[in-house]
């Protein structure tokens, strides 16, 4: 590490004003930091980070320099090897205009070997994460989670003592034998206990025969008899943040909570969703289309692997799976963060081998049928890829995903990313033949994003790297991108031309945004301002609401009116001026 890399760092942190989530800085005019270890095991079990010591952030980051340089770099490195498993960090004196700092990279250990601890202490004493500018001590469930992930316990394979082959569907069960006799060859000639034994659906016990945790949540007919809060969660919210009420002071627009096996739980919850959802047109191509606000197949897909992959431990099974739906986004949240060797920017690539915590569930679900002509699941790996491609048909923005060791969530945006903007955008370029991927990727780079392989295919869920890098530099032969760098350094921009070839506004970028620019001074009633604005009611009324207040918008008849017109009034009240 050089010193120009030094002070770029520094730089950005004096603008912050406080360390940040990759770097941390100490003093150490005294020595070596006694809680140093912390912030190492906490990069480790993270992304990874920088630490530079000699630097006072009291002193708004005031290089101060190390009183012994060479003998904190080799207790440094000694407390990196007493780290387990040991972290090979890369560690440099520098000089700074005569004052020597010491900065290494701590890199981020593999998911399967975490934990990273002090080795003469046990895990749950001193395994730490990085969270915004400190460390975090892990709790207790956290850790365990970790753990499992090195050497995975079978808790959906476990027997459920209080349950009997009674509780069991006979209906859903016989489908499901019938569908295997079908699929595997394996089963043929075999008993139904037989089958239901090998797939681990019942197991023996000394008390008997009883269904495998797996076996009830897939086939049972009511599961939260013996495990009640393995069930699902749903919220609508009336505004965009959770503790701001809606304009008639209600918190949730409904609020349920769903029983039953799995597959009952995905259908049921869908049902309800879709119940809060209105369709409106998209951009296909330069085609217009009518949807659901989030297509059912990626409702489907992230309900179920979110019931799939969830935590199962007993630490967990007071936890449910959460569905939060707002006016601008779907959020969907299980116990238990990722499994095995993935992490977030590796969803759905195809570029490590997919794992599951739930092994077991997994292979019966996929044979337990859901609606006609289709299972639960296919237990491919590849739900995340089906969910990035989903959206991307849809014209709508990529969904963010965050890894929180405990939890693990999905949101998807509310919002389509080719709208009639872009549309009426991209038809002044040379996009005929283009992928639908293609054209979200002029999207975005409309907006700013620079593109590489990688972000592409999160984008688009396109899972072929050769297939990318087709597409994108199909894009930059036509001149709509430019790219800078080359093979795996490459980057894409939106080209000059490109922009100047358009005088289309920018898109909105909040509700009050899209609802004021769908108002012009001919009165509208708010109903066509829905259909104007593909956002809901509930949504269009608190954007007026505040467009209002802020003399953005005027009323035209009374408040409570349903003949209630609603027109621009683009001066503000607060910035009106005689003439």
Known sequence: MDRETVS?????????????????????????????????SAFANADGGMIILGVDEKASFDVVGLLFPDETRDQFVALCRSMEPSIAATVDIVDMDGRKVLAAHIPAIPREQRPCHLARTAPWDSSFIRMSDGDRRLSAYEVQLLLENRKP????????????ETDLDQRRLGAFLTRVREQRAVFTGRSDDEILRLLNVLRDTADGTRPTLAGLLAFGSYPQQHLPQLNVTITVFPTTEPTVPGP????????????????????????????????????????RINEWEYPEEVLREVLVNALVHRDYSPSSQGAQ????????RLLVRNPGGLFGPLNVAELGLGTIPASSRNAVLLKILEDTPLAPGHTVCENRGTGIAQVRAALTNAGMEPPRFEDNVATFAVTIPNHALLDESTAAWLSTLNVSGLARGQLTALALARRGTRLTNVSYRQATGIADSRTATAHLRELRDRDLLVQEGDRGQATYRLASASVQRTQVRPQPSTHQETVLASLTAQPVSRHEIVSRTGLTDVQVRNALGRLRRAGLAQLVGPSRSKNALWRRHDQPTQDKRPV
């Open 8 to 40: 770029h760092v520094l730089a950005e942190l004096v603008r912050l004003g406080r360390d940040n989530h990759r770097v941390e800085v100490k003093k150490a005019r005294g020595g070596m930091p006694r809680t140093l270890h912390e912030t190492i």
């Open 153 to 164: 316990t079978r808790h959906d394979a476990a027997a459920v003592p209080e349950a009997s």
């Open 248 to 287: 008639r002071g209600e918190r949730f627009l409904d609020n349920r909570s769903f029983d039953g096996s799995v597959p009952v739980m995905v259908q049921d919850s869908i049902t309800l969703l879709k119940r809060h959802m209105k369709q409106r047109s998209t951009i296909a191509g330069i085609f």
């Open 321 to 328: 799976v959460q569905i939060e739906l707002y006016p601008d």
